[in-house]
Structure formats: structure tokens, C-alpha cells
């Protein structure tokens, strides 16, 4: 027996389930991604590629009476990221199986399973489904399905007809009754009437498009036009085709290239002093990369390959405040692409020929802030945890996006070869650790060393940048005052740590405490020394970590060297 194979019919064997808003059928795969809390629990709980889950659409859960049928499938790649949790898992439906119970642990749904009796036929019925695979082979002018010989070519009859069902192209709802029919001879009817000559859903007519669309049009580039109306000549299903779709997309995105912005290096040096204290470093190689962007621009020159920015050091220490200042400071759109276990179909899409694909990252970020890539700074954040160890790396993806000889002729796989000149924009990068950027990449990067801030500078931010912000955020100006004794007490009383992230964090609880005193009393809040001590306790360090203090007053001595807390929030 295979490992993924379910005990006898006469045992219930508890498997974990995933709810599907798509109806799969048995030879079929299903991507499952950590996207949601059950996929991130059922995730957890895969050790690797042979492992069962039983997919079962939503629909069927939650409103079929009595015992329902699902698709028992076997994990075929799992993905994840460096430090071993699993992103992504590929799924190959196996064959049908009857759900009988259904009950939620935790996050997880854990299903109790039986084998399905799918019945056996006579000779005719067997001649039918073999007619049936020829016809839709015919039909989708494969002139025969992969496999189909002229007996059954390996594939036992109701996997044929499930095969059938898939290149018929049938509906949500025609796959549902298919999967809900346990015996394949029952499933010849609804295959034969989906078959039929007169269903022309497949290939529905064209109709025309209006004026306006067709005055817009002309306004394209010749290739974009041409594109457009062979994705407008493609054959569509049910709702709107994956072809109308694209051509939508090549309509709304902009590709006519604006004059270029000059480069103001004064208020770049203004905005990045005014928003970072000290980092003198990083600002100079900051200014360094504008200048020499400035001076490309008034002699339209191309960028030089490599010389994308990327700015590494702990996590709250202004990574991505810098990059949104370099942005403000040239006169464009900022865009964050996360790409913490991001893979490549997420930065190029998905070809038109799978059911739910979609445009990339790129493109839906450049249509939706209807903007031409030349006004556009890209910030790919957190390049050290680009997904490196997956069947989908996007480390391929990236190496061509950063490298201005690739890049001006970027293709989306939704679009299917429409080139988009991307040579234009700016690129940034951040990353936490230089060693998780892989060599590869950091040959594409300018790699700039961002320090973290001492309890001095700390506390100077607290006073002159963070205080007022949280003030004037709560309309609190008159109201509460904070002493700097106070604030120097929530940066030396706790842990160290290279960011301001924490230290923002308990300047918030300060405030909501004297705005509490406020409330009652309606007097002014001073706010000292041993008023925050109380309100925030002071961390001691003890051999398991960090401990609260019992008591007020002055820490324990510190120890040397002093014990970095980890910021789980990421870099910026």
C-alpha cells in the first residue's frame, strides 16, 4: 500500500482538512500557501513531501447534510523559508473520499475519512467514456488527452472521466456535482451534456467594444494596441476571459514615459536630517547614490548595473524611513514590496492557461497608482529573506529586476510577452543581516551599513521626534508633559536594543496612563522619573532572559556586554 494510501472503508482515519473555495477534482494540483491562520497550522504540521490532507470545498462544509465528499491529496513539494517553517505546499489530489465528520482543533480542521465505492461498469459504459475523451480532446484540439490510449492508458475509468470534466472546461458548479457523484457512471450524464456541440461557453462570441474603448485604444503604442486585441480575440468561459482581463490590465497601466524630475540634493539632506538623528555613514552614502542619479539624469545616461541601494542594520533603526525620503526628495511614489518568503509567481504572475492567475506584484502595484515606472522608487524589503528554498524562488525574479540590462524589457507572465520598461525606476533594497543576502544579489546591490542608535541618541529622539509625534497624533500637547528624566528612564531601566521601536512603544503606554489621570481629574499630567518606573517596570536580566523588577527604583548593575532583546517586527 502507498503511503498516502487511507486505511480500509471500515476504518476512520483522522487526517487534517483544508476548506478550498475552488472545487478540485482527483488529478489536479492545489496550491496551499501560509496566507491565513489554517494554512499556516495546517502548514505547521506537514514534515514533508508524502503527507495527506483531505481538501474539501467551503460550500460542501458548510451546508451538506450528512456524510460529504472530498478529494483525499499528497503533499508533492513543500517550500519554506530558512529557518525551517513552511510557506507553501503543492498538493496532488489523489481520489475521492468520504468525509464523515468534520471538527476543528485549534486552527486546524481534522476530518474523520472512508474509501468511496466508485463502482464498476459494463462494456457500453466504458465505450461512452472513451467517446467523451476523444470528443474533448477534439474539442480543446489536443487530438488526444495525455496518456488516453486506445484503452485507458494507465488511468482507471473514474480517472478518466475526472480528466474528461478538466478538459471540458466545466463550471464551479458542474465540478461540484462531480465530485458529489461517487460512481463514475453516474458521472457520464452531466460529461455528455457538457460535451454537447450547442455549449458554447468555451468560445463565446465577440462582441463589439465600445467607441470610447476603441478612441482609447489609438492612444496606445502600436505593440500595446496589437496586444490588446489579440487578447481580445481570445476564447473566454464563464464570467469574464483570463484575455479581456489582460487587456484591461495593458489598458490601465501607463506607458507613455513623463520628462524626468530633477533631484533636489538640499531638501534630500534636509528631509534625511530632519528625520534620522546622527547616521552620518549612511546619509553621506545616501546623498553619494542621488548625486550620482542627478547627474545620470541631466546627461541621460542610463543607470550602471549595480548600483541598486541597500541600506542593512537592525530592525527600528529607519531603513525604510530613509528610502521614503530619498523618494520624497526625487518626486516620487514610494513603493514596499515585502518579500519575506515571497516567490516568483508572486512578482510575475501566473500564465493566462490556470484557473485564478492574476498579473505580478509589479504590474498590479504600477496599475493601481496609475503611474509610469520612471516615477516610481521600489523598495524590496527584507531582501535577506527572499524565498531561496522553494520549488519557486524568487532569487531569479529579483537578480533580473535590479539588473538595468534585463529590466527594461520586464515580462509578466499574465501579460504573456508585453514588455514593460522598467529601466526607469529606482530601486532600494533592506535587509536586517548582509550574510542572508545571497552573493548573488549583493553583486546587484550597493550594500550600506545602517548602525543602531545609543541609549544617548535614544533618548534624544524620545524627547525631540518620537514625544511630540505621539502628542500631536493624541491632540495632547496641553495636556500631559513628559520630563526627561522620564524618558531616559524607559531607555536605561529596560533592555537594550539598536531600534527606537521599543522605545516608542512605552512612551504609548506613558501617555494612555496620564491621559487617564487626566480623564478622572481634569487637571495637567507631569509626568517624572519615578511615574514612568511605575507605569512602565523596569526590566532586569536574569538567567532566563528578561524579568520585570518587583520593586521601583534603580536596575541591578548592568552586565557587560549588554544583551541585545530581539525586535520581531522586522526591519525598516
Not at 482507471?156 to 461540484?176: F, I, K, N
Not at 460512481?183 to 467607441?211: F, G, M, N, S
Not at 546622527?278 to 541631466?298: P, S
Request: aromatic share 2%; charged share 25%; net charge neutral.
Amino acid at each position: 500500500m502507498a503511503p498516502w494510501a487511507v486505511e480500509d472503508s471500515g476504518v476512520q482515519c483522522p487526517l487534517s482538512a483544508v476548506l478550498t473555495d475552488d472545487v478540485v477534482l482527483p488529478g489536479e494540483t492545489h496550491r496551499l500557501d501560509a496566507s491565513w491562520d489554517e494554512g499556516v497550522a495546517v502548514l505547521a504540521g506537514l514534515s514533508g513531501p508524502g503527507d495527506r490532507i483531505v481538501l474539501l470545498p467551503r460550500a460542501v462544509h458548510h451546508f451538506a447534510s450528512g456524510p460529504a465528499i472530498g478529494v483525499l491529496a499528497v503533499a508533492d513539494a513543500v517550500g519554506s523559508d530558512g529557518f525551517g517553517q513552511t510557506l507553501r505546499a503543492r498538493l496532488f489530489a489523489l481520489r475521492r473520499v468520504e468525509v464523515r465528520s468534520a471538527s476543528r482543533r485549534g486552527a486546524v480542521l481534522v476530518a474523520e475519512v472512508g474509501e468511496v465505492d466508485e463502482g464498476d461498469a459494463s462494456e457500453a459504459d466504458l465505450d461512452r467514456l472513451l467517446r467523451l475523451a476523444r470528443r474533448a480532446a477534439r474539442k480543446e484540439g489536443l487530438g488526444r488527452l495525455p496518456g488516453l490510449s486506445p484503452e485507458l492508458g494507465g488511468k482507471s475509468p473514474s480517472q478518466l472521466a475526472d480528466a474528461v470534466a478538466v478538459e471540458l472546461g466545466a463550471s464551479d458548479e458542474a465540478r461540484l456535482m462531480l465530485l458529489r457523484t461517487a460512481k463514475w457512471v453516474d458521472r457520464l450524464p452531466i460529461l455528455e451534456q457538457l460535451a454537447k456541440p450547442r455549449r458554447t461557453r468555451l468560445r463565446a462570441p465577440r462582441t463589439p467594444r465600445p467607441r470610447s474603448s476603441e478612441a482609447a485604444d489609438r492612444q496606445l503604442p502600436p505593440e500595446i494596441r496589437r496586444a490588446v486585441e489579440n487578447c481580445l480575440d481570445e476564447p473566454g468561459g464563464a464570467g469574464e476571459a483570463p484575455g479581456r482581463a489582460a487587456a484591461r490590465v495593458l489598458r490601465e497601466l501607463i506607458w507613455e514615459s513623463p520628462p524626468a524630475q530633477p533631484v533636489d540634493l538640499a531638501r534630500a539632506r534636509r528631509l534625511l536630517d530632519a528625520s534620522h538623528a546622527g547616521m552620518a555613514d549612511a546619509k553621506r552614502a545616501i546623498l553619494n547614490h542621488l548625486v550620482v542619479l542627478e547627474w545620470q539624469r541631466q546627461r541621460g545616461i542610463p543607470p550602471a548595473a549595480g548600483h541598486a541601494l541597500c541600506l542593512v542594520g537592525p530592525p527600528g533603526t529607519g531603513k525604510t524611513t530613509m528610502a521614503a525620503k530619498v523618494a520624497e526628495a526625487m518626486g516620487r511614489r514610494l513603493e514596499r514590496i515585502p518579500l519575506g518568503g515571497v516567490d516568483d509567481v508572486s512578482l510575475v504572475g501566473a500564465d493566462r492557461a490556470y484557473r485564478h492567475s492574476r498579473p505580478g506584484e509589479i504590474v498590479r502595484r504600477l496599475r493601481a497608482a496609475r503611474v509610469h515606472p520612471a516615477q516610481v522608487v521600489w523598495l524590496l524589503d527584507e531582501i535577506d529573506k527572499a524565498a531561496r528554498w522553494s520549488d519557486h524562488t524568487a532569487i531569479p525574479v529579483l537578480l533580473a529586476l535590479l539588473d538595468p540590462s534585463q529590466n527594461n524589457a520586464w515580462q509578466d507572465h499574465f501579460l504573456d510577452g508585453v514588455r514593460i520598461d522598467l529601466s526607469g525606476s529606482v530601486f532600494m533594497a533592506t535587509a536586517n543581516e548582509l550574510e542572508g543576502i545571497p552573493s548573488a544579489l549583493r553583486d546587484r546591490l550597493r550594500c550600506v551599513e545602517v548602525p543602531g542608535y545609543s541609549p544617548a541618541e535614544q533618548i534624544q529622539i524620545g524627547g525631540a521626534k518620537l514625544l511630540p509625534k505621539l502628542l500631536s497624533q493624541l491632540g495632547a500637547g496641553g495636556v500631559v508633559e513628559v520630563q526627561q528624566p522620564a524618558i531616559a528612564s524607559l531607555v536605561l531601566d529596560h533592555p537594550r536594543t539598536d531600534g527606537c521601536r521599543q522605545l516608542e512603544q512605552r512612551l504609548q503606554v506613558l501617555l494612555a496612563r496620564a491621559l487617564e489621570l487626566h480623564m478622572d481629574g481634569g487637571a495637567a499630567v507631569t509626568v517624572d522619573a519615578p511615574s514612568a518606573r511605575e507605569w512602565v517596570p523596569p526590566e532586569r536580566m536574569s538567567g532566563i532572559g528578561f524579568q520585570r523588577q518587583s520593586g521601583r527604583g534603580a536596575l541591578d548593575p548592568p552586565v557587560s556586554p549588554p544583551i541585545m532583546a530581539v525586535d520581531s517586527c522586522g526591519g525598516r
